[in-house]
């Protein structure tokens, strides 16, 4: 099966001197990889009879968003 790969190539923007700054992006609508975008998974009942039960990861969409929240902080910050 063909995965597809998505690449953001990032870059610091304009910062204040001494401040940090953060980044938001959203990619949109992947295959979700637990239920492999069906949105459900069957089950079993305890008759043996098959059903189909929602994906807890993606309720049942079968889609996912990315969200990915960047950091930018000077190289000699410390973290603190």
């Known amino acids: 099966m063909s995965k597809e790969k998505r690449t953001i190539e990032i870059a610091p923007g304009l910062m204040s001197p001494g401040g940090r700054m953060g980044e938001r992006f959203l990619s949109r609508s992947h295959v979700c990889s637990y239920c492999q975008g069906n949105g459900y998974h069957?089950?079993?009942?305890?008759?043996r009879e098959r059903y189909k039960q929602g994906c807890p990861v993606c309720k049942g969409s079968g889609r996912l968003d990315a969200v990915i929240s960047i950091q930018w902080r000077a190289s000699?910050?410390?973290g603190r």
């Open 76 to 78: 000699n910050d410390t």
């Open 42 to 47: 069957w089950q079993e009942n305890c008759y």
